[in-house]
């Protein structure tokens, strides 16, 4: 199962795992789009589910469609940001956000791992973030700072029986994912953008290894966090500010 399935990383993701003869179910909102990406799949047996995530009552009908369908992967890759300063972006969809990247995929990691079998494993979509504030969007990195820091426990957690639990952490995708947080892929320079079959590759690379509780995606993102070692914080938080797509709303 592969949430936020209907475009970008997830949907990509969902072809690599297809033509490794995985039957896949995508979960998104769109059913248009759910049921276009579907027909993109190699092999067969794929299905979709239409569910907003924000939503408890369609959020509740995954989780006990977990409990009765046995799944070998689930992939948490539903995600959400708003590109502005904290006080000028409305409470209610910064709110909205929170639950989506975190909430939801707290409830979706708990109905899965209530279920799973030794060779199971659950994946966390986070972000470069994860290691970095991002002024102009500080919201969102402090979600992705989340979901890293728990899959790094769950990994611990589970992995005397046999469970992988990985928090994945991309870096500025070539995705639909800056328009609908309000920017533009051209936002940022070229050089540090993946494509999006960039990404699901190195994921589904990191699924087969089963190696380490946080991955950061690209040897651009890892050289690039490499370098913030030796800045301070101040420093580092400064970098980060006047490249933000978001401070310059």
Do not use: C
Not at 38 to 50: D, R, W
Not at 121 to 147: D, E, M, R, W
Not at 187 to 202: G, I, N, Q, R, T
């Amino acid at each position: 199962m592969i949430t936020g399935a209907s475009g970008g990383i997830g949907l990509e993701t969902a072809k690599r795992m297809a033509s490794q003869n995985y039957q896949v179910t995508l979960v998104a909102r769109n059913e248009e789009k759910l049921n276009k990406a579907v027909k993109n799949l190699s092999g067969a047996g794929h299905t979709v589910l239409v569910a907003d995530l924000t939503n408890k009552d369609d959020l509740q009908k995954l989780v006990n469609h977990l409990e009765t369908e046995e799944y070998d992967v689930l992939i948490n890759n539903a995600g959400a940001g708003i590109y502005g300063k904290f006080i000028e972006i409305p409470l209610a969809d910064q709110l909205a956000g929170m639950q989506l990247n975190m909430d939801a995929l707290v409830t979706l990691s708990y109905g899965f791992l209530q279920n799973a079998k030794s060779g199971d494993a659950l994946i966390n979509i986070a972000s470069l973030l994860a290691h970095s504030s991002l002024p102009g969007g500080s919201v969102y990195a402090a979600t992705k700072s989340f979901v890293a820091n728990f899959s790094e426990s769950l990994w611990y957690e589970f992995r005397q029986k046999g469970i992988f639990v990985m928090g994945f952490n991309p870096g500025a995708t070539a995705s639909d994912f800056h328009a609908n947080a309000g920017g533009h892929v051209s936002d940022f320079p070229k050089f540090v953008m993946s494509s999006v079959e960039d990404v699901a590759k190195e994921l589904v690379k990191a699924l087969e290894k089963r190696q380490k509780p946080r991955v950061v995606q690209g040897w651009k993102n890892r050289f690039m966090l490499f370098g913030f070692r030796w800045l301070n914080r101040k420093s580092a938080v400064t970098i980060m500010g006047q490249i933000s797509p978001g401070m310059g709303k």
